[in-house]
């Protein structure tokens, strides 16, 4: 099990590299745990008698997962983009709604760079 300093620069760090399987489950997470906050709210507009304010913390909530979600998939896509040798700001593309999805498939699917790059040493670690 991983220690909580490697889950904080996984998520949050834009340093190092990270492998295609850890970007496709990190981003595979990052997904579905807004999509949980979002599920919960639609089942508190649907008319259902709970506590009130239940609606508003779900709506928090589902903005609060989502906003670091934006930064999480930032962070992972810069380091995925370090394993192949470039640099960060081609994440950018990540979010160029044609072009976002080609740019996922090609870092979840091509290898990096088998040996150390200017970005790091090896995969799955801080550069």
């Not at 994440?91 to 990096?112: Q, R, T, W, Y």
């Amino acid at each position: 099990m991983p220690d909580s300093s490697q889950l904080v620069w996984l998520f949050f760090s834009v340093s190092g590299r990270v492998s295609r399987a850890a970007y496709f489950l990190a981003g595979l997470l990052l997904a579905i745990v807004p999509a949980f906050f979002l599920y919960r709210l639609m089942l508190v507009s649907d008319g259902t008698t709970l506590p009130q304010g239940e609606g508003q913390m779900w709506a928090f909530a589902f903005w609060a997962a989502f906003l670091v979600s934006i930064w999480s998939n930032v962070a992972l896509g810069i380091k995925r983009l370090h394993d192949f040798g470039q640099p960060g700001i081609f994440a950018a593309s990540l979010f160029i709604p044609v072009v976002s999805i080609v740019a996922f498939v090609v870092l979840c699917f091509f290898p990096g760079d088998p040996g150390p790059n200017k970005y790091g040493p090896r995969t799955n670690a801080p550069g």
